[in-house]
């Protein structure tokens, strides 16, 4: 699939991976859209790079699909990036008082963890499945879950649910969407350090960082962006799950 002369909805561009990945986009020729609450954020991105900043809620149905609908409007719209992020709930199932993990708490982790990348993931597909197909393609659709989903970490409970959710539906939506030419991919980060971090970055990379089996290091944001632009190339990935994670598996705590 070509990147150049295609639009892009990047929810979350505002953030860490999704900044650096409308950046990418961005130099590879995309109309990008940045999709996303940090207004001062996305409006500098729009004032720099000349993207389109849309205020946007994940898990409202109506904000996403004005940001699908200004993506539209700037050219054939071919693909979709999630990589919000957010607060999520947590603690062991059982605490050391006795009492039960919050149902609300884990709830709303949910929502804003897999129910918002559904309500995206389909809206995209909706509007992606609108544009005219070139060899049989129309576009791609990448999703962001987390190595938790595998080896969630006490206290996780509802993050690592969330994100496995995330990966659960990616065969299966590849699978409904293909009669569509629309391919579905996740990517599942492991450690990443980015600007959210602030301050505690270098605490977080001092203990992260030993950890990782190769490169010894967090992950970086630019190399999260380098794996969706080779996705967005590559027209045979498709229905998958891939691992950024220099090899790091979560330890139980």
């Not at 109506?62 to 719209?77: F, H, I, S, T």
């Amino acid at each position: 699939m070509q990147i150049s002369g295609s639009s892009a909805v990047v929810v979350g561009g505002a953030g860490g991976l999704g900044e650096a990945t409308v950046r990418r986009l961005h130099a590879a020729g995309a109309k990008v859209v940045v999709a996303d609450l940090a207004d001062e954020k996305g409006k500098a991105l729009e004032a720099e790079l000349g993207v389109r900043y849309v205020r946007t809620d994940a898990t409202d149905e109506n904000d996403v699909k004005a940001a699908m609908a200004e993506a539209e409007a700037a050219g054939p719209l071919r693909i979709s990036v999630d990589a919000h992020g957010g607060p999520a709930s947590g603690g062991r199932l059982v605490g050391k008082d006795g009492e039960p993990l919050d149902l609300a708490g884990f709830r709303k982790t949910i929502d804003f963890y897999l129910t918002a990348v559904f309500n995206v993931m389909r809206l995209a597909a909706a509007a992606i499945a609108r544009q005219e197909a070139v060899d049989g393609d129309r576009g791609v659709i990448v999703n962001t879950a987390s190595i938790a989903a595998y080896e969630g970490q006490i206290g996780q409970i509802p993050y690592a649910a969330a994100k496995g959710g995330v990966v659960g539906m990616t065969l299966v939506a590849a699978r409904d969407l293909s009669p569509l030419g629309i391919r579905v991919v996740t990517i599942a980060p492991g450690t990443f350090l980015t600007p959210a971090y602030g301050a505690a970055g270098d605490q977080l990379e001092a203990y992260w960082g030993p950890k990782v089996p190769h490169p010894k290091r967090m992950g970086r944001s630019p190399e999260y962006a380098a794996l969706v632009e080779h996705i967005c190339e590559n027209d045979y990935l498709n229905g998958e799950v891939i691992r950024l994670d220099g090899a790091l598996r979560f330890p139980p705590k």
